[in-house]
């Protein structure tokens, strides 16, 4: 029997974006912790109801776009994340789900994320970016 890595838990799966590997052509891979955190970044960018086959995967926050950013908001924007990833992330636990507004007036607000590997207990942190206004009038 094969000696496994307490680190296969976390998986191997296709980079986010995909790319090919330079070196050999095929499809480049993710491993372990980056895989972890390149999933995270894929279901924060999924709207609910894009996935045909899976219409509840994904983040909420997409349907916030247009709303005036108050304490009200930034507190859906927090659960909204919150919601996602202890539902379709279950190799973390979530620690904390900030935003900060200091960015709005330029239409930014910076969602942090503070997470710890359930296999291996190791902190980690992901600053996503989530811009609610349309571009052109910058």
Known sequence: MAATNHRDFLGIGWRY????DALT????LSRYDSDVKEAIRIIL???QGERVMRPLFGCGIHDLVFEE???TTMTA???SVR????TYEPRIELLNVAVDPADALDGLLLV??????RRTNQEDNLVYPF???EGGER
């Open 25 to 28: 052509g095929d499809i480049a």
């Open 45 to 47: 960018e999924t709207k």
């Open 77 to 79: 924007i927090e659960a």
């Open 131 to 133: 811009y609610f206004k």
């Open 69 to 71: 950013i108050n304490a």
């Open 17 to 20: 974006p995909v790319a090919t």
């Open 83 to 86: 919601d996602a990833l202890v």
């Open 112 to 117: 942090a994320i503070d997470y710890r590997l």
